[in-house]
């Protein structure tokens, strides 16, 4: 048996801390829960830091954390590593600034010395990781394009946004994709829907933790925000027929989103899957 972790939106920051002040002890005590699923890989969908476009430096910090972890790892950025879009990144200054750049000189590459798409293959299955920025200038979903072409065994693919609203009700009814990526989000969508060797689509941003179907055999998995909330994501473990999905819990909150945004549920189920048995998918091809 193969198992990956999925965590994203750890939020991590240099000190002194400024988003959220206590995001590094949430982090370090979540380390030990992370060591303890003991992971084939554990893989970081995006939103490493808060500061990360702005502060080139927040990203080799994070990266020296997740080093310290002594586990394989894979990451993909977030638009606080790798800010969207211009329009974001003049609304938000110095959380998203906007890098007009070849991807190269970003300071996520710049930190993690890797490209727009990265890959590995873990047990059965094939890990394909994508940054994704709106017009997208480096040619990422190209990059994609080819090795969702070229596959011919299972495949997950991790990147920062849903694909697909998580909630029906409340704030996540609208906030996941929209204002980001919208036009690379229905290629990228259209291209999973295509390719019947993926499995699924890990993702974060949204800081809470969903299953969403995309299609036929094809789901998202969002994980919570591991630093500020909902701070849980996903144990998988892979046989060669099959993947075991279920939840692991950081040492974070449970809750991000105030009760009033969350469309009338119960704050708890907003934010957590609260399924206590694990969920299963073929990997039958």
Request: one cysteine or more.
């Given at each position: 048996?193969?198992r990956?972790?999925?965590?994203?939106?750890?939020?991590?920051?240099?000190?002194?801390?400024?988003?959220?002040?206590?995001?590094?002890?949430?982090?370090d005590?979540?380390?030990?829960l992370?060591?303890?699923?003991?992971?084939?890989?554990?893989?970081?969908?995006?939103?490493?830091?808060?500061?990360?476009?702005?502060?080139?430096?927040?990203?080799?910090?994070?990266?020296?954390?997740?080093?310290?972890?002594?586990?394989?790892?894979?990451?993909?950025?977030?638009?606080?590593?790798?800010?969207?879009?211009?329009?974001?990144?003049?609304?938000?200054?110095?959380m998203?600034?906007?890098?007009?750049?070849?991807?190269?000189?970003?300071?996520?590459?710049q930190a993690?010395?890797?490209?727009?798409?990265?890959?590995?293959?873990?047990?059965?299955?094939n890990?394909?990781?994508?940054?994704?920025?709106?017009?997208?200038?480096?040619?990422s979903?190209?990059?994609?394009?080819?090795?969702?072409?070229?596959?011919?065994?299972?495949?997950?693919?991790?990147?920062?946004?849903?694909?697909?609203?998580?909630?029906?009700?409340?704030?996540?009814?609208?906030?996941?994709?929209?204002?980001?990526?919208?036009?690379?989000?229905?290629?990228?969508?259209?291209?999973?829907?295509?390719?019947?060797?993926?499995?699924?689509?890990?993702?974060?941003?949204?800081?809470?933790?969903?299953?969403?179907?995309?299609?036929?055999?094809?789901?998202?998995l969002?994980?919570?925000?591991?630093?500020?909330?909902?701070?849980?994501?996903?144990?998988?473990?892979?046989?060669?027929?099959?993947?075991?999905i279920?939840s692991?819990?950081?040492?974070?909150?449970?809750?991000?989103?105030?009760?009033?945004?969350?469309?009338?549920l119960?704050?708890?189920d907003?934010?957590?899957w609260?399924?206590?048995?694990?969920?299963?998918?073929?990997?039958?091809?």
């Amino acid at each position: 048996m193969t198992r990956i972790v999925h965590v994203s939106d750890l939020h991590f920051e240099l000190a002194p801390e400024r988003l959220r002040p206590g995001v590094k002890q949430v982090l370090d005590r979540s380390a030990a829960l992370l060591r303890a699923a003991e992971p084939d890989l554990l893989v970081v969908t995006g939103d490493l830091t808060s500061y990360g476009c702005f502060d080139r430096d927040q990203l080799h910090g994070v990266r020296r954390w997740l080093d310290s972890l002594g586990l394989e790892y894979l990451v993909v950025p977030g638009n606080h590593d790798l800010s969207a879009n211009q329009r974001r990144g003049t609304a938000y200054p110095i959380m998203e600034t906007y890098e007009p750049v070849a991807w190269e000189r970003t300071n996520f590459a710049q930190a993690f010395d890797q490209g727009p798409m990265v890959k590995r293959m873990v047990g059965p299955v094939n890990v394909l990781g994508i940054g994704l920025r709106a017009g997208d200038p480096d040619a990422s979903l190209v990059q994609l394009a080819s090795e969702l072409d070229a596959l011919r065994t299972p495949a997950l693919v991790l990147g920062h946004y849903p694909l697909c609203v998580t909630k029906d009700q409340g704030v996540l009814a609208s906030f996941g994709y929209q204002g980001y990526i919208e036009g690379e989000r229905d290629r990228l969508l259209v291209m999973l829907q295509g390719q019947p060797l993926v499995r699924g689509y890990l993702c974060g941003h949204v800081h809470a933790q969903t299953v969403t179907a995309l299609g036929e055999d094809l789901y998202q998995l969002s994980a919570g925000s591991l630093g500020l909330g909902a701070s849980a994501g996903w144990i998988i473990d892979l046989t060669a027929e099959r993947l075991e999905i279920r939840s692991i819990r950081g040492a974070g909150p449970e809750r991000f989103w105030p009760d009033d945004l969350c469309g009338g549920l119960d704050p708890l189920d907003y934010h957590l899957w609260c399924d206590a048995e694990p969920m299963v998918l073929s990997l039958a091809h």
